[in-house]
């Protein structure tokens, strides 16, 4: 029986929310700068959550004092993904977050409507290797968008495909411009992380093992 909520929807981010892939775009990052004569702590590299490709590549260089052309920063940017790419190829289902694989079949059991909403161009590759594509009834990531978060564009792209309105949403972001582009996209949004940093947020849980259908209809109790 479908369970009767005020949410129809739930659109999440990928990194840091359904898997850690964070930890390889770091390795990756950090080789690079590496290659450049620099070092890119993991500290430097929280500054990168949720942003794009090319502008963190223009962080990372800022961080080194490196200044290029924009055709030696597309050839870097390739190779860092490459890079990428070859750690991410070797990921299963061992690399799925606490709580995330059950509470995504809670929401599909309830009748609620699941959608992706990643800047990742490599989301289908990370969702193929842990075997989640089935959970999804629309998947938006980097190669639909054309914006970056805090843009809302990709939020708003998995709304149209889920044929549900914006209000009818909610986003589950780990990063400050994930959450801010669930606000411009008029959803209510829930952080996955720390308080200080998604204070903007709904409401924080510190993982996806708070989270139930349950709990989802307590935050946002039906009017």
């Known amino acids: 029986m479908t369970l009767h909520t005020p ?18 775009h ?24 949720g942003v794009s490709r090319m502008a963190s590549l ?24 490459s890079w990428y790419v070859d ?21 599909k059991a309830s009748g609620t409507l699941v959608a ?3 800047a990742s161009k490599n989301a289908m590759t990370i969702l193929n ?7 999804f009834d629309a998947i938006i990531d980097g190669t639909k968008t054309a914006s970056a978060k805090p843009d809302p564009e990709v939020f708003l792209l998995g709304a149209k495909e889920l044929n549900v309105s914006p209000s009818e949403c909610v986003v589950f972001e780990d990063a400050e411009a994930g959450i801010e582009a669930a606000i411009r996209a008029g959803m209510r949004s829930i952080g996955v992380g720390s308080r200080d940093t998604l204070g ?18 307590d935050i946002f109790p039906a009017r």
């Open 7 to 24: 949410i129809r929807a739930c659109l999440f981010d990928l990194d840091g929310v359904l898997v850690d892939t964070a930890k390889y």
């Open 26 to 49: 770091y390795l990756a990052w950090k080789r690079l700068a590496e290659e450049l004569g620099f070092n890119f702590t993991e500290q430097d590299n929280e500054r990168l959550k």
């Open 58 to 81: 223009d962080i990372l260089l800022e961080v080194g004092g490196v200044t290029l052309d924009d055709e030696t920063k597309l050839a870097l940017a390739d190779k860092k993904n």
């Open 87 to 107: 750690y991410i190829s070797h990921m299963d289902e061992s690399e799925i977050l606490p709580g995330a694989l059950t509470f995504l079949k809670e929401l």
């Open 116 to 118: 992706l909403g990643s």
């Open 129 to 135: 290797n842990t075997n989640m594509v089935t959970y």
């Open 200 to 217: 903007r947020a709904d409401e924080v849980v510190s993982s996806l093992q708070e989270m139930s259908v349950s709990r989802l209809m």
